[in-house]
């Protein structure tokens, strides 16, 4: 299992004193649940960003706070939007035996026979909603599109059997379905006829007005 060092953060927790963390390559962090304390921690932001890598947004980590080393997830995490980085995680100390309830990112692969003939691949669902333990827990879920036609689809219910987690979904949800191509249709015909009358009507004036300034001069 993946390992992180988390290193306890003493002293009242102001704006200046979390900044000076960050601005030490440091990312603030809280860890709490299963068996732990409410702690604040923080962790090397270049290790933490590794780890996630390698273990995945739902994957169980190893940290190691002082003496003791206590199984967490990344419950939350905050990002500063405009500087790019990770301001502060939250990890959930957890019960290995016991199952959590977590958001599993769905991956598409393949490509759906339908779109060569124009269709298009719509997906309404980019997380499926998972119960297992943690151990059990995947990564991401993929979802094969290869053999898809225009109108077909794939349902949360399809993918339901022989798991080692439980998807919470509804059946009849749709994951990813191929629809047609968009087609413009063409003008009426009333309104091509109304659209040339029009035009006529245009052309009829201005010579009708042409006329006139002839007669005057």
Not at 31 to 40: E, Q
Not at 137 to 164: F, H, R, Y
Not at 177 to 197: K, L, Q, Y
Request: hydrophobic share 40%; charged share 30%; net charge negative.
């Amino acid at each position: 299992m993946t390992k992180l060092k988390a290193i306890i953060r003493q002293g009242k927790q102001t704006r200046s004193s979390l900044n000076k963390v960050r601005n030490e390559g440091k990312i603030p962090a809280v860890v709490y649940g299963f068996g732990a304390k409410n702690t604040s921690v923080k962790v090397e932001e270049v290790e933490f960003i590794k780890v996630i890598r390698e273990v995945g947004r739902n994957g169980v980590i190893e940290l190691e706070v002082g003496s003791n080393t206590i199984k967490v997830m990344v419950s939350d995490y905050q990002i500063n939007p405009i500087k790019n980085k990770i301001t502060h995680i939250d990890f959930l100390a957890i019960n290995m035996k016991a199952e959590l309830t977590v958001d599993v990112v769905v991956n598409l692969v393949g490509e759906a026979i339908g779109t060569k003939e124009g269709g298009v691949v719509q997906q309404p669902l980019f997380q499926l909603s998972v119960t297992a333990t943690p151990d059990d827990i995947p990564e991401n879920i993929e979802v094969d599109v290869t053999e898809l036609n225009i109108g077909d689809s794939i349902m949360v219910g399809e993918l339901k059997a022989d798991k080692a987690y439980t998807i919470n979904n509804e059946d009849d949800e749709a994951i990813v379905s191929i629809v047609p191509p968009t087609v413009e249709e063409p003008a009426e015909e009333g309104e091509e006829a109304a659209e040339g009358e029009a035009a006529d009507g245009t052309e009829a004036g201005e010579e009708a007005a042409e006329a006139t300034e002839e007669k005057a001069e």
